[in-house]
């Protein structure tokens, strides 16, 4: 049974003001899907791009429907008035996109707990709770044959050293998000709903990024390589792709797509800087 489009789907998407979660948003807007945006930019900031609002008219002019929905993912009463909110104006969810994320590349010392707190309370806490408000929703969708999904932008998991070594913090949180994958797709599957994650190869140039010190996002791809992958994730049988860690080069090669000239952001580049997580 092919479900190639997302049309009339309703997705969540998290952290979709800007970058990975726009881009993804913008790819279903253009089979017409239905966007519910939880984030917290509503008003423009200097050294971020994009706000909740911008992003809704992006998502427009993709071809999709658009709600901003201004969300702290930490604040459980939040995710609920948003998921409520979602259900209202277009009356269910059948896809969640847990793409929001706090990233502190820092060794121990260097990591005040604010910023563990931030980071467990975005990528675990936040990932478990939108997760959590979605599911009755997303249990509904499977009741009604429309395929749902929850997507998690978390890396592989992997127990070397290498990866945890330079900063703790950050690795436990994005294996938090892992954990829920591999946890949820299990505990969901009797319903007919996936679970999934998807990582990139490279690094992509994203405003985050570019606040990191020292990254050349010449050496980088763009964001929506992650979001053409991410539409074959949640184009896919949810009944049979489900507890899987995708990689976006190889996910796009197993569909035949090998030349990823057009995602890099210099066309032409070979030596990408490595993303973190890949073995």
């Not at 459980?76 to 008035?81: I, K, Q, R």
């Not at 979602?86 to 706090?102: H, K, M």
């Not at 990528?123 to 478990?128: F, K, L, M």
Request: proline share 7%.
């Amino acid at each position: 049974m092919s479900h190639r489009t997302l049309q009339g789907k309703t997705l969540v998407v998290t952290g979709a003001s800007r970058g990975i979660g726009l881009a993804i948003a913008k790819r279903a807007a253009a089979d017409g899907a239905n966007i519910v945006i939880l984030a917290k930019t509503t008003e423009p900031n200097p050294k971020l791009p994009g706000t909740l609002y911008s992003a809704a008219e992006e998502i427009v002019a993709a071809g999709g429907q658009a709600l901003p929905v201004p969300t702290d993912i930490r604040d459980e009463n939040a995710v609920a008035a948003a998921v409520a909110a979602a259900v209202e104006r277009f009356g269910g969810i059948d896809i969640l996109v847990n793409n929001a994320s706090a990233i502190s590349l820092t060794p121990t010392p260097a990591t005040p707990m604010k910023r563990f707190d931030l980071m467990f309370g975005v990528n675990v806490r936040g990932t478990y709770c939108c997760t959590q408000a979605c599911l009755p929703h997303l249990i509904e969708s499977a009741k009604a044959g429309r395929n749902p999904h929850v997507l998690n932008m978390s890396p592989p998991l992997s127990m070397r050293e290498h990866w945890f070594r330079p900063h703790v913090a950050y690795t436990m949180a994005k294996y938090g998000m892992s954990e829920c994958t591999l946890g949820h797709a299990g505990e969901f599957r009797p319903h007919g709903i996936a679970v999934n994650s998807l990582w990139p190869r490279t690094a992509i140039a994203t405003a985050a990024l570019q606040m990191i010190p020292g990254v050349d996002t010449n050496l980088c791809r763009k964001p929506e390589i992650l979001a053409v992958a991410a539409w074959w994730i949640l184009t896919s049988d949810a009944k049979s792709t489900t507890g899987r860690f995708f990689i976006d080069d190889e996910l796009l090669a197993s569909h035949g797509i090998n030349d990823l000239d057009r995602y890099a952001v210099v066309p032409g580049t070979k030596n990408f800087i490595p993303d973190f997580f890949v073995d």
